[in-house]
Structures are given as C-alpha cells and as structure tokens.
C-alpha cells in the first residue's frame, strides 16, 4: 500500500470534519491530549491529502450543536466539487423538525444535505435514542429522504439497535464502530451489541475511528484487526464505508496513514468488495 485507499481514483471518504475558530469556537477541544486540533482545518487543507489517497468526493460531517453550522456546510458544498455530501445537525426533538429540514434543503447548496446526527455520545441517557420525542423526530429525518449517523460509545449500541427497529424506514450509520475499547484490547461485549445492530438490514458502518481509539503511544495495524474484521463479518461490503475522520485522526495518524491502513484491514478482499467499502456504499447510502 502507498497511502491510496485503491490502486485508482474515485474512492469516497465517507467521514471528515472542517471547522474555522475565528467563526465558531470548539468547545469539545480542551485538554493538552486535543492541543493539536486547537488551529483551523479548511476544505483547502484536506483536498491535496484527499487527491493523493485517491479520494475525488467526500462527506462533511457536523461537529457541534449549533443549528447555524448545517447551512454554513451546504454552502461550503455548493462551492466544492470534493464535498459530495453533508451530514449536518438539528434539534430532532423540536416539535416542527420536519419543517426544518425542508427549510434546510431549501438552503444554497441544501440538495448535499444527505445525513442528520446528534452527539449521542455526550447524552447521559442510554435510552436517549428510543425516547418518544426523539423516536418523532428520526421519522421526520426518513420522511425527509435523510439518513442518520450514530455517534455513540459501546454501551449506547442495545438503544442503537431497538431505535432501528423501531425506525425500519430509517437507514442507521453507525460511525467509527461504535467506538469499541480498541486501546484496552476489549472486544466484548462491543462485538455482540454490534452483531446485533448489524443484524437489521436497515444499519450501515462506517470503517473509521479506528486510530484514534487504539494506545495513543502507538498502534499497529494488527491492534485494529479484531474490530474491523468484526464489522466486515457482521456488516459485510455492501454495508461497509470507508471514512478517515480527518482531522481528529491527525491525533494518531495521517490522512495516507489512515488510507493505508483501511487497505490493509481490507486486503483480503476481492475488488468489487473493495470498491463498496471505498465508494459503492457510501455512494448509495447517501445518494452522493
């Protein structure tokens, strides 16, 4: 492997971040483990990096909560041919939500929109995912012809699963495996939990995460072996996307770094298989 994803162009990076800190402040970087995220990452930034990995579109993907960064997003989209597509945020349990997706497509740029996702991972209810308010406002996102992006930790996954089967019309995508304990070497019960969501047809995941989840001292591609064989397992190609998670990857890894090592955990796998996890599904799954 040489960094490139595939041995050709036209790969997807299913999963990255751009934020600007003149415009908005981000408050979840704190800490001297997160200092090197404090600076600006831009679409300039990313698209050499992207070029070079064999990478021609990608998904921007929210990351805070704050309803004016969706429509600055979209825009941004409009105006660059490497972003194929938004995962953006709003308030799924506000009462008129399904009004304001529509006024969100309406938006310059409002057709990226592909995706809605909330930081499950900061809620202190397990059960946030199957609340009835909540429950109202995925149905909004389906009706809408969205699909919805999980970001959670391992013991977020049984209401992961129960909200998709609540919501069969919804297609779920889990990002960055569910964030399993990859630098504890712990496996379950984060392989059952994600069996089972991967058991419902209507669940997607995302190849991502991975670096930033193994020892921060150092990891090797046969630390992230057991994970990723486990969502190729229980998810197969077809419903398996690569994502980098540029920047917070940067923590632990390159952009070619991460490329690579997607390469290498998928391997053994033939090449139209390939070409699902590096472009097949996430162009269906979010009609890039």
Sequence with gaps: MTGRVT???????????????AVR??????????APLRRNFTI??????????GVSRTVLVQTVTVAEETPEFLALAAGND?????VGWTDLTRPDVADELARLRALPGGRHLKGIRHQVQGEPDPEWLVR???QRGLAAVAEAGLVYDLVVLPHQLPACTRAAQRRPELTFVLDHLGK??????????????????????????????????ADPRGWTTDDLTPYAD???DAFGPGRLMFGSDWPVCTLAASYAEVADTAGRLTAKLGESE???????????????
């Design 180 to 213: 399993p304990s990859i630098a504890a070497g712990q496996v379950q019960p984060w392989a059952t939990d994600v069996r089972a969501l991967a058991a419902l047809p209507n669940t997607v995941c995302k190849l991502s995460g991975m670096v930033t989840e």
């Design 25 to 34: 402040d981000q408050d979840w970087i704190s800490g001297p483990e997160l």
């Design 274 to 288: 390939r070409e699902a996890v590096f472009a097949g599904t996430a162009t269906r799954v979010y009609g890039l």
């Design 44 to 53: 300039g930034d990313l698209a050499p990096e992207a070029h070079a990995a």
């Design 230 to 232: 486990t969502v190729l």
């Design 132 to 134: 009835e308010d909540v």
């Design 82 to 86: 490497l972003i194929g597509g938004v």
């Design 7 to 21: 041995g050709r162009t036209g790969a997807v990076d299913a999963h990255h971040h751009v934020w600007d800190l």
